[in-house]
């Protein structure tokens, strides 16, 4: 498949993703994000495929929903074109998503890195939600994961005064998993996938889907969802061998069920 927007390639058991619009600092239209999301659920339903990263390139990870796409639209125009399932299909990917992030990372870039699971992030990324400053506010999910992230405090300067944070602040307030040299972040989020990819298949599914559910569930329901997983994996091969390598001190050979 031939895409305008993104690149694609595959590296070892990992679905790489860079967006490909350089002189719009890779703004998201909406061409953009039906290519991504294809691209990306491609590859959560290819057995060879581990895990994915979705990255930007030096200048920006990406700068946020394409203002010029959104300006003359109604509200209605925008409810009706229905962008948003786009964003639904992303949280439904099953396979562990990384962000390697780099540059500006503002606005639904910001929230399309936040809706990875992780984020390998640049010393030259900066993070915000700067909506406020062209009259709007976060519309695909900024003011709750940030807040869920960084907490109250600075999501709402954040979000309320346009603040942008360095990648040392967000790693500091928990927003990033590592700070690496930009030379580096590519790679860096390749290999993190990459190690994840060559763990046990089954196992990696039930602990993303577990640790999302953290929030979106009270504390006794996801220990009971977290506790049937777990009895679960009892019925894997995978299972078995993991015990059973660890017994014997020799390497385990996942079978991915
Ligand atoms: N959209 C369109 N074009 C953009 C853009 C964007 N978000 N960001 C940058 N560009 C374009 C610029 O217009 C410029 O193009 P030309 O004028 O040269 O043709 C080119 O990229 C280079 O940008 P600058 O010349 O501005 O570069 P600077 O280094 O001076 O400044 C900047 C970089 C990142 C600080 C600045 O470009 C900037 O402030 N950009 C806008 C950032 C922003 O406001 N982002 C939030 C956008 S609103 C939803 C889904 C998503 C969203 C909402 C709802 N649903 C599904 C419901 C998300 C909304 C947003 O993200």
Same mark, same amino acid.
């Given at each position: 498949?031939?895409? #305008?927007?993104i690149l694609?390639?595959?590296?070892?058991r990992?679905?790489?993703v860079r967006?490909n619009r !350089?002189?719009?600092l890779n703004?998201?239209?909406?061409?953009?994000?039906e290519e991504?999301?294809?691209?990306?659920e491609?590859?959560?339903?290819? !057995? $060879?495929?581990?895990a994915?990263?979705?990255?930007?390139?030096?200048?920006?990870?990406?700068?946020?929903?394409?203002i010029?796409?959104?300006?003359?639209?109604s509200?209605v125009?925008?409810?009706?074109?229905?962008?948003?399932?786009?964003?639904?299909?992303?949280r439904r990917?099953?396979?562990p998503?990384?962000?390697?992030?780099?540059?500006?990372?503002?606005?639904g870039g910001?929230?399309?890195a936040m809706?990875?699971?992780?984020?390998?992030a640049?010393?030259?990324?900066?993070?915000? #939600?700067?909506?406020?400053?062209?009259?709007?506010?976060?519309?695909?999910?900024?003011?709750?994961?940030?807040?869920?992230?960084?907490?109250?405090?600075?999501a709402m300067?954040?979000?309320?005064?346009?603040?942008l944070i360095?990648?040392?602040?967000?790693?500091?307030?928990?927003?990033?998993?590592?700070?690496?040299?930009?030379?580096?972040?590519?790679?860096?989020?390749?290999?993190?996938?990459q190690?994840?990819?060559?763990?046990?298949?089954?196992?990696?599914?039930?602990?993303?889907?577990?640790?999302? $559910?953290?929030?979106?569930t !009270?504390?006794t329901?996801?220990?009971?969802?977290?506790?049937?997983?777990?009895?679960?994996?009892?019925?894997?091969?995978?299972?078995?061998?993991?015990?059973?390598a660890f017994?014997?001190?020799? !390497?385990?050979?996942? #079978?991915g069920?």
């Open positions: 498949m031939s895409y #305008q927007y694609v390639e595959t590296r070892g990992v679905g790489l967006f !350089p002189k719009e703004a998201l239209n909406a061409g953009l994000m991504l999301v294809t691209a990306l491609a590859f959560d339903a290819e !057995p $060879a495929i581990g994915l990263v979705v990255a930007g390139n030096e200048r920006a990870f990406a700068a946020g929903a394409d010029k796409e959104m300006a003359g639209l509200a125009e925008m409810l009706t074109r229905d962008s948003i399932g786009r964003w639904d299909r992303l990917l099953r396979k998503l990384i962000a390697a992030v780099a540059g500006f990372c503002l606005g910001n929230e399309l809706t990875c699971d992780m984020i390998v640049a010393e030259t990324a900066r993070f915000g #939600q700067p909506e406020i400053n062209i009259g709007v506010i976060p519309g695909a999910g900024g003011t709750q994961r940030l807040t869920r992230a960084v907490g109250k405090a600075l300067e954040m979000v309320l005064n346009g603040r360095t990648a040392e602040e967000a790693y500091r307030c928990g927003l990033v998993n590592r700070v690496v040299p930009a030379e580096a972040c590519l790679d860096e989020a390749v290999a993190l996938a190690q994840i990819a060559e763990r046990a298949p089954v196992a990696v599914r039930l602990a993303k889907e577990a640790v999302n $559910a953290a929030f979106e !009270p504390l329901d996801g220990l009971a969802d977290e506790r049937r997983a777990f009895y679960m994996l009892f019925s894997t091969a995978d299972q078995k061998e993991g015990m059973a017994i014997e001190k020799r !390497p385990p050979q996942w #079978q069920r």
